[in-house]
């Protein structure tokens, strides 16, 4: 198996240590558009310190400050609008930091939208395909909206997460049920099991086959210094 790239959502609500230390242990970071969380001037911060470390960066887009797994989806236009203002931006301060952009990762409750709406993923994947040459897209490993990607030619990364529960369907357990976050012990057991046999425990007990190019460690998991140490030493 190639090596894992190990990512981070970053550029979020973190402190500038917390980032640093974070960035210097991860091959690739999710900087946050400064909706969902931080702000623009946290967004160029990060941004800052990634061409400093030389991480690959992605693009990291959400919903306004607030939306959670009861948040109302927004409708096919509105996503669109949601895209262009936060990536058009995003491109323009990386372009003037002197980042290139290899990627965009959806955040949160549009992560998982795109996998269970075919049109949400399809005109995501075209604005992706329509944005610039070779920009590509981490999305869930074993899911749907890799698959459209993969199917119009867009670069893909398919994603596993290191501290977040599976369902046997392969989607995460939702946050705030039980069995949705892994502590860091928990997770790198897990991992070096996964690295070893190709399967993941599933929150029931069972076990699921999971292929993936990179692993999420999220900037606000109990522990995620510590598990971001764990999985850079098995390499």
């Not at 069995?179 to 099991?193: H, I, N, P």
Request: with cysteine.
């Amino acid at each position: 198996m190639a090596r894992l790239i190990i990512n981070c959502d970053l550029g979020e609500n973190e402190s500038t240590e917390s980032t640093r230390e974070l960035m210097a242990l991860v091959d690739a970071a999710n900087i946050g558009c400064g909706t969902h969380a931080g702000s623009l001037e946290k967004t160029r911060e990060s941004l800052e310190m990634a061409k400093a470390s030389g991480v690959m960066v992605g693009a990291h887009p959400g919903l306004a400050a607030g939306g959670g797994r009861n948040a109302v989806l927004p409708s096919l236009s509105e996503f669109i609008s949601l895209l262009e203002a936060q990536v058009t931006v995003f491109l323009s301060m990386a372009e003037g930091i002197g980042v290139t952009v290899r990627y965009i990762k959806l955040h949160g409750t549009l992560y998982h939208a795109v996998e269970q709406a075919a049109d949400l993923a399809h005109v995501y994947c075209d604005f992706v395909r329509c944005m610039q040459p070779e920009l590509g897209i981490f999305a869930l490993a074993g899911g749907t909206c890799a698959q459209q990607a993969q199917s119009m030619g867009i670069p893909v990364w398919e994603e596993m997460f290191a501290d977040r529960g599976y369902l046997a369907s392969g989607a995460l357990v939702p946050r705030g049920d039980v069995g949705a976050l892994l502590d860091a012990e928990e997770a790198s057991d897990r991992y070096v099991d996964w690295l070893k046999e190709g399967h993941v425990r599933t929150v029931d007990g069972g076990l699921i086959a999971l292929s993936a190019d990179t692993i999420c460690v999220h900037s606000d998991s109990s522990g995620a210094l510590q598990l971001l140490r764990s999985l850079r030493a098995q390499y």
